[in-house]
């Protein structure tokens, strides 16, 4: 039973665009969400977070937007840059003992 | 900046042997965890420590896992005996634990990957 679902496999985008990843979940009692980054032989980066209170969060070129109604969430990476080319993915916790249910992740490819 | 070790980063095994890799969490992280990640998936939680104590393994396979964090500090996750579909990277993560973990950022270490022929 996946309760992070992260639909789209890959994404291409030009350097310099707006890269939109998606994420849906159907626990409604998640409360905190998280992306991570990864790049290959490496483990994951925490990048942003957001808590179910608040519908976004900005960080840099990294903005998290959270529909709660929808149980949607979007990471935004704007402007994206060739560092950006990795594999990402979303987490949600619920209001327990912290543990983090993932997506499968997107990747994402940045093209100069 | 501080990290999470863990080795070793790579390991070949046969099936039916022993394996064990192992985690030391950044300094004075309180909860650590191991996650097991299949390729082309999410890690998934095999056991959450807070210090010496588990306080969620209920998706470690018990019958072959075990894991451990006697001092509260470094853990070590074994496998006994392995199986072919136990090839993965194994992931170990910290945090401070100063909310029982709630709300709290992981960080992760390199993994272990493991293949088993």
């Known amino acids: 039973d996946q309760q992070v679902k992260q639909n789209s496999p890959s994404l291409s985008v030009q350097e310099g665009r707006i890269s939109i990843l998606n994420c849906d979940y159907t626990?409604?009692?998640?409360?905190?969400f998280l992306w991570y980054k990864k790049y290959p032989a490496e483990g994951p980066t925490f990048l942003i977070s957001?808590?179910?209170?608040?519908d976004k969060n900005e960080d840099g070129r990294f903005t998290v937007f959270l529909n709660k109604s929808a149980k949607h969430l979007s990471l935004h990476i704007v402007p994206s840059q060739p560092g950006d080319s990795a594999v990402y993915f979303c987490?949600?916790?619920?209001?327990?003992?912290?543990?983090?249910?993932f997506g499968a992740g997107t990747q994402v490819v940045v093209t100069p | 900046e501080a990290e999470v070790a863990q080795s070793p980063r790579y390991k070949i095994t046969e099936k039916s042997q022993a394996v064990a890799f192992w985690c030391d969490p950044i300094?004075?992280?309180?909860?650590l965890y191991w996650y097991r990640q299949i390729l082309g998936q999410g890690p998934e939680l095999l056991v959450q420590?807070?210090?010496?104590?588990?306080?969620?393994d209920s998706q470690l396979p018990k019958d072959r896992f075990s894991a451990e964090r006697l001092k509260g500090v470094d853990s070590t996750l074994k496998i006994q005996p392995a199986e072919l579909g136990d090839s993965a990277m194994y992931l170990c993560?910290?945090?401070?634990?100063?909310?029982?973990?709630?709300?709290?950022?992981?960080?992760f270490g390199p993994g272990t990957r493991l293949t088993v022929l």
């Open positions: 626990n409604s009692m998640f409360d905190y």
């Open positions: 993560a910290s945090s401070s634990g100063t909310s029982g973990g709630r709300g709290d950022t992981q960080y």
């Open positions: 957001i808590s179910s209170i608040k």
């Open positions: 420590f807070q210090d010496e104590s588990v306080v969620d």
């Open positions: 987490a949600a916790g619920t209001d327990s003992w912290g543990k983090l249910q």
């Open positions: 300094s004075g992280h309180a909860t």
